[in-house]
């Protein structure tokens, strides 16, 4: 396995540096601008809550629940 740590090193050593290319080409890329954010008028939630609605278990249900138990 250790004969392979020269390869290693030499594919980090050619990514590296394509990284550092890319990295130059990318800082001279004009980017597009910002997207205008909602930070100064965010959304607020006004809809009202539902109240809970009980759930009525009715007895067949409940006995043929019990039987599977």
């Given amino acids: 396995m250790t004969h392979k740590i020269g ?3 030499q594919w980090l050593f050619e990514f590296l ?4 290319a890319f990295d ?5 890329e004009l980017m597009p601008p910002k997207k205008p954010t909602n930070e100064h008028n965010p959304i607020t939630l006004d809809t ?3 109240a809970k609605q009980e759930i009525k278990v009715m007895d ?3 006995d043929y629940a019990l039987s599977l138990v």
């Fill in 24 to 28: 130059e080409l990318m800082s001279k």
């Fill in 60 to 62: 067949e249900d409940e």
């Fill in 48 to 50: 009202p809550e539902k």
């Fill in 7 to 9: 390869e290693a090193e």
């Fill in 17 to 20: 540096d394509r990284q550092a």
